[in-house]
């Protein structure tokens, strides 16, 4: 254990949760200061802060700039709603990410898994609630078979992932037109129109599945054995295989949450639409990396926040929304979040250079 | 720094120009093979000795439209024992539907029908069936150089666009404000519906047109700035959306929003779905071609083409604005598509 301990003070300085007694770079330029200050200042540092004062930022300006139409409950439940499905499939990547890991085949699986879930309850040929739990167990278990796949050929037979992912990608799409011959799937049951209309607290059931994810994957990233072994894994492989993590068993397990995940996405996404929307879907993996990158998630491991990503998620989702209700030109929104990522990642370089210097 | 800490150091950084390179490696690839699972829903039909197959080349697969274009086409086809086979690209791409006409015409095919993803962008590969001797005829849509195509087959857009405008300002009493949501610039079949919509409604003094929000056939996106347009601007009366995603998404974003009959609704083409709003009423109305019908005109048309017969160069399909009221009347039902062939 004091094995694991050392590398990951080592290693993971930056997201290491608690405020370690060791010595990282950070801590030795603060360490006249008191644990308190040094909380704070590595709280004040991190990705996941800048973005939030980023996205703090954003909502101000559109209030300010239309104050009778941006900031209300109807449309923040607008924005809400928009970002639950790519929310669900964000957690996913956030833990392949974690590991240096890559996954840019979840958009042709949230397509596969929502068209196995709705062939499923087609096939049941019922209308009640069972229907629908048995098609959201169909799509999940569909997203998983995906995300087995992944973790299959990146394991075992040492793919790249982002090939690996790349080649699932086109395949889950291939395979989900095969099973419907090209054409959406547009005939969902009742039960799930109803489900799609109904809310909980004003909000729908989406974002409360979404928010469910959340927590789930937030805890289980920060406070399980299993989350720290996913920061060991993506800081350095070789030195969590040398202190006994079965890495290959780990990076299999987190292929499939993200799989999974990306499954029950479809569902989520066919619950809204009540068709399958096949054609829809070939830019999600890149917008939900946009995010949990611009959430402080490092594209090389080892750092990473669940927290981080909901604030890199509502980044985009909070400019589109604010762009479109001053009704400006719609071509400056995908301009304004390609300067916005890279201003991330560069902030995020800086920190590292004057870290190594350290 | 301990002497193990700069050795994770520089492990971590050569590490860190590997993963960058193969990260940009990638997303170039990416972008050329996210959408590109080409589906071919071949359907061959007797053997013909004379008269060459006939390829249908969609802008997309999976589209209720142009999935009835081929439905009608194969029927049709089939009838006159002639081969026919339907090649697309699973997104609405220039460059992938250049890489499939470029593939087609390596087949040597008698004749080729296609609905064109760019009327500039395709001159160039369709010029090159044309050198080969492949008749082309056009389906909804020409080419900015109009001797490339034998007949182009095209339901009229700036019509059908006038004719929502028309009915939405009906709908909402000739008052207040309107927007569209369209795919994407570029296309002249979409921009002649925004066109016709924005021209029609500029006939009432009391309506306002907001303008056009592009969602790249991204249905969520659709939803997005149907449930935003319509909860933070309170003269927003009326969305036009022109084409099937984008009804289907503004269905779902009215519907989220709470808006639903309050902000009137007219789409353009149908669905299922787009039908089952018609019959509760979330959807006011939609323009309706008739793909079937042109999908047998363009296999008619071929067949004369490859056998030297002379085709009209410009033919036109007729269309009808659906409403909750008379889609099921025998009259306006012909025209509803049937993307499972199922007629």
Same mark, same amino acid.
């Given at each position: 254990m004091s094995n694991i301990d050392e590398l990951k003070t080592a290693s993971t300085d930056a997201?290491?949760?608690?405020?370690?007694?060791?010595?990282?770079?950070?801590?030795?330029?603060?360490?006249?200061?008191?644990?308190?200050?040094?909380?704070?200042?590595?709280?004040?540092?991190?990705?996941?802060?800048?973005?939030?004062?980023?996205?703090?930022?954003?909502?101000?300006?559109?209030?300010?700039?239309?104050?009778?139409?941006?900031?209300?409950?109807?449309n923040a439940r607008n924005i809400i709603t928009d970002a639950s499905t790519l929310m669900v499939m964000a957690v996913g990547m956030t833990f392949v990410m974690v590991a240096a890991g890559f996954d840019l085949s979840i958009g042709s699986v949230l397509v596969f898994g929502g068209v196995c879930g709705s062939m499923a309850m087609t096939w049941m040929g019922t209308d009640n609630i069972g229907t629908v739990l048995v098609g959201? =167990?169909?799509?999940? *278990? #569909?997203? /998983?078979?995906?995300? @087995?796949?992944?973790?299959?050929?990146? &394991?075992?037979?040492?793919?790249?992932? =982002?090939?690996?992912? *790349? #080649?699932? /990608?086109?395949?889950? @799409?291939?395979?989900?037109?095969?099973? &419907?011959?090209?054409?959406?799937?547009?005939?969902?049951?009742?039960?799930?129109?109803?489900?799609?209309?109904?809310?909980?607290?004003?909000?729908?059931?989406?974002?409360?599945v979404a928010l469910v994810v959340v927590i789930i994957g937030a805890l289980?990233?920060?406070?399980?054995?299993?989350?720290?072994?996913?920061?060991?894994?993506?800081?350095?492989?070789?030195?969590?295989?040398?202190?006994?993590?079965?890495?290959?068993?780990?990076?299999?397990?987190?292929?499939?949450?993200?799989?999974?995940?990306?499954?029950?996405?479809?569902?989520?996404?066919?619950?809204?639409?009540?068709?399958t929307t096949i054609g829809g879907h070939s830019q999600d993996a890149l917008t939900v990396i946009t995010?949990?990158?611009?959430?402080?998630?490092?594209?090389?491991?080892?750092?990473?926040?669940?927290?981080?990503t909901v604030i890199g998620i509502f980044i985009p989702a909070v400019l589109q929304n604010g762009f479109v209700v001053m009704n400006i030109q719609p071509f400056w929104q995908q301009v304004a979040i390609g300067l916005i990522l890279i201003g991330a990642v560069f902030i995020d370089q800086l920190k590292r250079r004057a870290r190594d210097r350290a | 720094m301990t002497h193990h800490q700069e050795n994770e150091s520089v492990k971590h950084m050569n590490r860190r120009i590997k993963i960058g390179s193969t990260v940009a490696a990638g997303l170039l690839i990416i972008s050329a093979v996210a959408g590109c699972s080409s589906t071919s829903t071949g359907t061959a039909a007797g053997t013909s000795g004379k008269i060459g197959k006939i390829v249908y080349i969609p802008g997309l697969t999976g589209n209720p439209f142009y999935s009835t274009v081929s439905c009608g086409a194969s029927g049709a086809a089939k009838k006159a024992g002639v081969d026919f086979a339907t090649q697309g690209s699973a997104t609405f791409d220039v460059a992938k539907q250049t890489e499939i006409v470029n593939a087609v015409v390596a087949s040597k095919p008698g004749a080729i029908m296609i609905s064109i993803t760019d009327p500039k962008a395709m001159i160039i590969p369709l010029t090159k069936?044309?050198?080969?001797?492949?008749?082309?005829?056009?389906?909804?849509?020409?080419?900015?150089?109009?001797?490339?195509?034998?007949?182009?087959?095209?339901?009229d857009g700036i019509a059908g666009g006038e004719l929502a405008g028309d009915a939405l300002a009906k709908l909402v009493g000739e008052k207040g404000s309107v927007m569209t949501i369209d795919n994407a610039t570029g296309s002249l079949v979409s921009k002649a519906r925004t066109d016709?919509?924005?021209?029609?409604?500029?006939?009432?003094?009391?309506?306002?047109?907001?303008?056009?929000?592009?969602?790249?056939?991204?249905?969520?996106?659709?939803?997005?700035?149907?449930?935003?347009?319509?909860?933070?601007?309170?003269?927003?009366?009326?969305?036009?959306?022109?084409?099937?995603?984008?009804?289907?998404?503004?269905?779902?974003?009215?519907?989220?929003?709470?808006?639903?009959?309050?902000?009137?609704?007219?789409?353009?083409?149908?669905?299922?779905?787009?039908?089952?709003?018609?019959?509760?009423?979330?959807?006011?109305?939609?323009?309706?071609?008739?793909?079937?019908?042109?999908?047998?005109?363009?296999?008619?048309?071929?067949?004369?083409?490859?056998?030297?017969?002379?085709?009209?160069?410009?033919?036109?399909?007729?269309?009808?604005?659906?409403?909750?009221?008379?889609?099921?009347?025998?009259?306006?039902?012909?025209?509803?598509y049937d993307a499972n062939c199922s007629a």
């Open positions: 997201t290491a949760p608690t405020a370690s007694s060791t010595a990282t770079p950070l801590d030795t330029v603060g360490a006249t200061m008191s644990p308190r200050s040094r909380t704070i200042r590595r709280m004040t540092s991190s990705s996941p802060f800048y973005m939030s004062i980023v996205l703090l930022v954003l909502i101000a300006v559109f209030s300010i700039v239309a104050p009778g139409a941006f900031p209300s409950i109807a959201l =167990l169909v799509s999940m *278990l #569909g997203g /998983l078979a995906w995300g @087995l796949f992944n973790g299959f050929v990146i &394991t075992r037979l040492r793919v790249p992932a =982002l090939i690996a992912t *790349l #080649g699932s /990608l086109g395949a889950a @799409l291939g395979v989900a037109q095969i099973f &419907t011959n090209g054409n959406d799937v547009r005939d969902v049951p009742l039960t799930l129109i109803h489900i799609s209309t109904a809310s909980f607290l004003g909000l729908s059931y989406l974002f409360w289980v990233l920060r406070t399980t054995k299993f989350g720290r072994h996913t920061y060991i894994v993506g800081s350095n492989e070789e030195a969590a295989r040398r202190a006994g993590i079965n890495v290959r068993r780990q990076l299999m397990m987190l292929y499939a949450i993200s799989g999974t995940l990306a499954g029950l996405a479809g569902m989520m996404s066919l619950t809204r639409f009540a068709t995010g949990v990158v611009l959430g402080g998630t490092s594209l090389y491991g080892g750092i990473g926040t669940i927290l981080g | 069936a044309k050198e080969a001797g492949i008749p082309v005829i056009g389906i909804d849509g020409d080419l900015e150089d109009e001797s490339v195509m034998v007949s182009n087959i095209q339901a016709g919509f924005a021209k029609a409604i500029s006939k009432y003094p009391n309506m306002k047109f907001l303008g056009i929000q592009y969602s790249a056939n991204d249905t969520a996106k659709a939803a997005s700035f149907a449930s935003t347009v319509s909860t933070t601007n309170p003269d927003l009366v009326g969305i036009f959306s022109a084409e099937t995603n984008n009804t289907e998404g503004a269905i779902t974003g009215l519907r989220e929003a709470g808006k639903t009959g309050k902000v009137k609704l007219v789409g353009y083409d149908t669905s299922d779905p787009i039908i089952a709003a018609l019959a509760n009423k979330t959807l006011d109305g939609t323009v309706v071609q008739n793909p079937r019908g042109e999908g047998a005109l363009g296999v008619t048309s071929a067949i004369a083409a490859m056998k030297g017969e002379k085709v009209k160069r410009q033919q036109s399909a007729a269309q009808v604005f659906a409403t909750p009221e008379n889609y099921t009347t025998d009259n306006v039902k012909q025209y509803i």
